[in-house]
């Protein structure tokens, strides 16, 4: 009991994310007669959202080295949708080179911003307040101001529709997609054995480890909470495919943020950029790869979001940028850069879109929503910067004397 408890203090901030998640999403399910949980619903969450956990994977990339953010996202994804939209609909481009284009658009527009970030040293508010506006003004361009429609199935493939059912004949509890439960049990076996393989190195190499008993009520929990997920999808039509490529990007990153050298200079580089330079990160560049990064996500997050509207619209990715700052910042992420994670990010992620799809469900307005969701947004920093300065306040008897006051200062008599 007492590593238990240990184990939430230590990860209080996290914990606290979760309950408040768990706590909305029990409220809303309440609130809206058990229609948020229902297996359409479910369904539907993931496809309005697979775009705004894209942009805050890699919004939290660019926050991580100092607090920067990126205000362009939301016109990039219109400007890359614009792009495909005019290489497919308008010109009769081949879909999977049309892609493929639009990701190396993405990077050249990443390499233009991080450029003038990185080695210009211009603000990145400034620089990306600025491709906002060149990229919206782009998309208008690149569009005339019309909406193109619609894109053939082939383009559509990759992030819309759901996985079929491979074992048509089994019907598994009644569900309509099989497939999906032996997904989630599949997803939860490996979740497990990764956990156990991890506590065991971690134990031989004599780190700290929490008790066995944490680590088991942890797996139960999460793989619990897996399995009623694909077993809900199940009973509608199955896994989204967008799906695939949002839990191909949270692992990718997950990864490149917590086993990586790269990973941790990017931690050090948001903790004191002085210090890491001096250390031998090349903060330099590290900066710049973080906004080729973040631009290359939102290249995606521009096709996932076309393929899902059918169209390419001039009006696409307004307050994009709004929405997966949000996110990062919900999920735990620091407003002087140096902390957050990609699984708080998709907890903050999540508490966005059950606030949008449960308001939506009763019938709120769009004006009470956006009160809601900015109050959501000024509470999650205030309760993370409120927390720094009690911390500094209980440590600061130990941080030495206090400097003296000019008139206390000696005189050297020379």
């Given at each position: 009991m007492s590593s238990l408890w240990t184990t939430l203090r230590n990860n209080l901030r996290q914990y606290m994310i979760l309950l408040a998640l768990l706590a909305i999403i029990i409220a809303f399910q309440l609130m809206t007669n058990g229609t948020l949980l229902k297996p359409m619903n479910v369904s539907?969450?993931?496809?309005?959202?697979?775009y705004v956990v894209i942009l805050a994977v890699g919004m939290l990339m660019c926050i991580l080295t100092g607090g920067n953010i990126d205000l362009s996202v939301g016109s990039v994804v219109a400007l890359i949708g614009a792009c495909a939209g005019t290489f497919i609909i308008s010109w009769g481009w081949n879909s999977h080179l049309t892609i493929l284009l639009c990701l190396l658009i993405g990077l050249a527009i990443g390499a233009w911003q991080g450029f003038w970030i990185a080695y210009a040293r211009i603000p990145a508010f400034i620089v990306t307040?600025?491709?906002?506006?060149?990229f919206r003004g782009l998309t208008l361009i690149v569009l005339g101001g019309l909406t193109l429609a619609p894109f053939p199935s082939d383009f559509l493939a990759y992030s819309t529709g759901y996985i079929p059912d491979l074992f048509p004949g089994m019907s598994l509890f009644g569900l309509r997609n099989s497939t999906s439960l032996l997904i989630g049990v599949l997803l939860a076996i490996i979740y497990c054995i990764s956990q156990m393989r991890g506590w065991i190195w971690r134990k031989k190499k004599a780190y700290e480890v929490e008790s066995p008993w944490v680590l088991l009520l942890k797996m139960v929990i999460v793989s619990a909470a897996v399995i009623w997920l694909f077993y809900t999808l199940g009973a509608y039509r199955g896994v989204p495919k967008v799906l695939i490529i949002v839990g191909i990007i949270l692992i990718a990153y997950s990864y490149f943020t917590t086993h990586t050298v790269m990973g941790r200079h990017l931690y050090a580089l948001g903790g004191n950029e002085k210090a890491a330079r001096l250390s031998g990160?090349?903060?330099?560049?590290?900066?710049?790869l973080a906004y080729v990064n973040m631009a290359f996500l939102a290249s995606i997050a521009g096709i996932v979001f076309s393929a899902r509207l059918n169209s390419a619209s001039p009006q696409a990715g307004q307050s994009f940028e709004l929405?997966?700052?949000?996110?990062?910042?919900?999920?735990?992420?620091?407003a002087y850069g140096g902390i957050g994670t990609v699984g708080g990010t998709l907890i903050g992620a999540m508490i966005?879109?059950?606030?949008?799809?449960?308001?939506?469900?009763?019938?709120?307005s769009s004006n009470v929503q956006q009160v809601v969701k900015g109050l959501v947004l000024l509470g999650a920093v205030a309760f993370d910067v409120l927390g720094k300065q009690r911390m500094q306040l209980r440590f600061l008897p130990f941080f030495g004397r206090r400097a003296p006051k000019p008139q206390e200062s000696v005189k050297l008599e020379g």
């Open positions: 539907n969450l993931i496809f309005q959202n697979a307040l600025s491709g906002m506006l060149v990160v090349k903060t330099t560049q590290l900066l710049f929405d997966a700052i949000a996110a990062c910042f919900i999920g735990g992420a620091s966005m879109g059950v606030l949008n799809n449960g308001m939506s469900i009763m019938g709120i």
